[in-house]
């Protein structure tokens, strides 16, 4: 069974000057063990779907499944705590916490705290190939792409199955964003996690298992190696 399925799913919002149809009859689906992209120029309703698939939203109308189960009727706060974990280009880190403190505060949110939580900080550090020295820093002491690790790290400390980037490699370097990616993509194929991006960043395509482009809120699927030439 799929993790996620979007079902006929509009999504429209009205401005002081305009109606919008942001998402418009999307039909797909996410698995886990799979990395994907959804790219398009801004405005396309890239960043809306991710906000539906994070439960930040819900559709106008059609539905967005999680294992099966409309999120309509689920507790979206509950949901985005125990299934939807976001990373954003900005990092998002809180600049008078540690290291250590960004990464289990999402776990002290859920009861885990102390020994156990800054063990398990360490362990998640090691994952995205930072060392335990960083633990006691402050975000404004590390680089972007040190940053950004951490903001992994956060995210695979809420032990969700689901990891949603909105552009992790838009404030970063090549270098960084193709470490980033990487990660990514390790914990798609080998930790079995269900990974979604975002991103204007056509370079990494050709890594992605599947492509979906969008186009003033349409969505059509595209051939990883070919989506670059095409665009």
């Known amino acids: ?43 396309s309703g890239k960043s809306t779907m991710l906000n539906l698939l994070a439960g930040l939203a819900l559709p106008t109308s059609g539905e967005v499944l999680f294992e099966g189960k409309s999120t309509s009727t689920l507790n979206l706060a ?15 880190l809180l600049p008078l916490l540690t290291v250590s403190e960004n990464i289990t505060y999402p776990m002290e949110l859920r009861g885990f705290k102390g ?11 090691e994952k995205v190939a930072l060392s335990e020295d960083m633990l006691n820093r402050f975000p404004g002491m590390l680089s972007g792409g040190e940053q950004q690790r951490v903001a992994i790290a956060r995210a695979l400390s809420m032990n969700t199955k689901l990891l949603l980037a909105d552009e992790p490699t838009g404030n970063l370097d090549e270098e960084n964003g193709n470490n980033i990616v990487d990660i990514l993509i390790n ?45």
Request: hydrophobic share 40%; net charge positive.
């Open 1 to 43: 069974m799929n993790l996620l399925e979007l079902k006929n799913v509009n999504f429209t919002y009205e401005s002081k000057w305009q109606t919008v149809e942001a998402v418009k009859d999307v039909n797909c689906s996410f698995s886990e063990g799979k990395i994907y992209a959804v790219i398009g120029k801004s405005g």
């Open 78 to 92: 509950k949901y985005r705590r125990e299934n939807a974990a976001m990373i954003y280009q900005s990092f998002r």
């Open 115 to 125: 020994k156990p939580a800054r063990d398990k900080a360490k362990e998640l550090l």
């Open 187 to 231: 914990l798609a194929h080998e930790e079995n996690y269900c990974v979604v991006i975002a991103t204007h960043d056509l370079s990494i395509l050709g890594k992605m298992d599947v492509v979906y482009k969008m186009n003033s809120g349409i969505l059509i699927e595209k051939e990883p190696e070919k989506v670059a030439v095409t665009l």
